[in-house]
């Protein structure tokens, strides 16, 4: 079977030829040769089904450690294509959301939809809630919150209850304080849990981050603090250390910013550390941008350019313009006023393309504030009072008559005006002043 995205083959390996049973492996088809997996990988003559059992046990303790995430992925791709997979749902659960964890969000979604394609009778129903809420997730991360509102709806109507109901009402909650609807998430958890967050449950934790979320939100931020404090002990209890199932460490640095500038940059220094083991560029990006916060300017402009560069590889939009507005503000306190503005102008149209509202009007009044600030004390009275008529749309007759000048001097003050803001004529002296 072929990846043919990725240039690896499921092989057999040993065979009759060799006088073995032979095990699956994952081969590149350009090279022959198999790809790098750990030693737990090697499997021998094992039952089929204890070798997936083995390789679901192993993916989840190096996704858990956020350790070897090449071996994790090779190993949840081996258990997603086994055909018994199916028959248990939640090996195919931890197996997707290793890969989604990674990055590799089209592999992800590409098993998703083999799986969603399977007769009724091999798949049941739980297995069919598992790949409606992971394609939910790759969607969220991708910036589209409609797959997983209509997950949020189902749950509703079916009460979806254990693990998986939980996990969606903790990602459903926080996909409701991005967008705004901080009444609905506070509803979605006092709806979902009466008596309080289950403590017994493995995703108490995530439970846990969603409350925190609403708490941050809502102008809570010392009972957000304690949330996430709880949620990564929590975590550690578990061995759970990856910054990609759960930032935590990230969150309270933001919270605490700088107030408590120590705590915040040990924290976020350690989940940088944490997500560089890993190696994902979603995870990466996300954790450069938040210890940027914590740095002064010299050092904060390079994590956060690295920062943007790590999520748009990613895809990850609407954090890549987050970190694109912040490193625009840090550009401003240095006085590198025509980095920021390119790097908004750059911004503004991506979120623009993408329906990015949130990040478009934030970005767009950053922009129009820069320009403002940027003519005004970088053009002298005269310069201005030209420049604010010739953005009108007036011609330069036009302004001469109003502002009692020969059109030459007009012509004068407009060229200085260009220099002194780095642009080359009315075009971008319009869209820069807004």
């Known amino acids: 079977m072929i990846d043919r995205g990725r240039g690896v083959v499921h092989r057999r390996v040993g065979g009759p030829a ?8 994952l081969v590149n088809v350009r090279t022959s040769r198999p790809v790098p997996v750990d030693r737990h990988t090697r499997t021998g003559n094992e039952p089929v089904q204890d070798r997936v059992q083995r390789l679901d046990a192993r993916a989840w303790q190096l996704l858990c450690a956020g350790d070897n995430r090449e071996a994790a992925v090779c190993h949840s791709v081996c258990i997603l294509v086994d055909e018994r997979t199916p028959e248990f749902p939640g090996m195919a659960w931890r197996a997707l959301l290793t890969l989604v964890c990674a990055g590799d969000l089209i592999r992800a979604d590409e098993h998703c939809h083999r799986l969603s394609l399977l007769p009724a009778g091999r798949q049941s129903p739980a297995g069919r809630d598992v790949v409606t809420l992971v394609k939910a997730r790759i969607s969220q991360l991708q910036g589209d919150n409609g797959p997983l509102t209509d997950a949020l709806a189902e749950l509703c109507l079916r009460d979806i209850g254990g693990p998986l109901g939980q996990v969606l009402t903790a990602w459903g909650v926080e996909a409701l304080v991005d967008a705004g609807e901080l009444d609905a998430a506070q509803a979605l958890l006092a709806d979902r849990f009466v008596s309080g967050l289950p403590t017994s449950t493995p995703y108490y934790p995530l439970l846990l981050a969603a409350r925190a979320a609403v708490h941050a939100a809502t102008d809570a931020p010392a009972k957000a603090v304690v949330d996430y404090l709880d949620c990564g002990r929590a975590l550690t209890a578990r061995g759970i250390m990856n910054p990609a199932i759960l930032p935590w460490r990230s969150r309270v640095a933001t919270i605490l910013g700088p107030d408590r500038r120590e705590m915040a940059t040990r924290l976020a220094r350690d989940e940088l550390s944490l997500a560089r083991q890993w190696g994902a560029a979603r995870t990466i990006g996300q954790s450069l941008q938040v210890y940027a916060l914590t740095q002064e300017d010299e050092r904060a402009i390079p994590a956060l350019s690295e920062s943007v560069d790590l999520l748009d590889l990613a895809g990850a939009r609407d954090e890549m313009l987050q970190a694109s507005y912040r490193l625009a503000g840090r550009q401003i306190s ?34 129009t504030k820069l320009s403002k600030e940027r003519t005004s004390s970088q053009l002298t009275r005269q310069q201005w009072r030209v420049t604010s008529l010739a953005r009108t749309g007036a011609t330069n007759a036009s302004i001469a008559g109003q502002l009692g000048l020969s059109v030459r001097a007009v012509e004068f003050h407009l060229s200085a005006a260009y220099r002194r803001l780095g642009i080359s004529g009315r075009g971008e002296l319009c869209r820069m002043v807004g």
């Open 18 to 25: 060799a006088g073995t049973t032979g095990s699956t492996a």
């Open 334 to 367: 240095t006085g590198d006023w025509l980095a920021a503005q390119q790097r908004l102008t750059v911004a503004a149209d991506i979120a623009r393309t993408g329906g990015a509202g949130r990040w478009l009007t934030a970005i767009e009044a950053a922009l």
